[in-house]
């Protein structure tokens, strides 16, 4: 089973920064994507960003040049570096990790979700 423990969420206001961690455990053989998703009240829960284990990156539209997501392999933590933060980044932050368990079996695995709430 994997597990992965979110912190880094709160309170701040427009123009501000944040920085968001996920650590992972448990019996993973590999871990191949990690990435952060959002989800703001009464919206679908949508990709912010996410980096495969060879370091390549994807982000949304909407926070491209603001928000940088990295990894530490040694550490099983991926971070996400939020910056010149918008009110409507405000959401619900969830971690999302996919690899594999066995040769034969594979996990997606998401966090509790950590609050992100930017003021105007």
């Known amino acids: 089973q994997v597990q992965l423990v979110e912190s880094g969420g709160g309170l701040v206001q427009a123009g501000g920064s944040l920085r968001l961690s996920c650590a992972a455990s448990g019996s993973m053989s590999s871990i191949n994507v990690m990435g952060w998703h959002r989800q703001a009240p009464g919206e679908q829960r949508e990709l912010v960003a996410a980096?495969?284990?060879?370091?390549?990156?994807n982000y949304a539209d909407s926070v491209k040049g603001r928000f940088t997501i990295s990894r530490d392999n040694a550490k099983k933590t991926v971070y996400l570096q939020m910056n010149s933060l918008k009110p409507e980044d405000t959401a619900v932050y969830y971690c999302n990790v996919r690899g594999t368990i066995t040769a034969y079996t594979t996990y997606n695995a998401w966090g509790q979700g950590t609050q992100v709430t930017v003021s105007s």
């Open positions: 980096i495969t284990s060879a370091g390549s990156t």
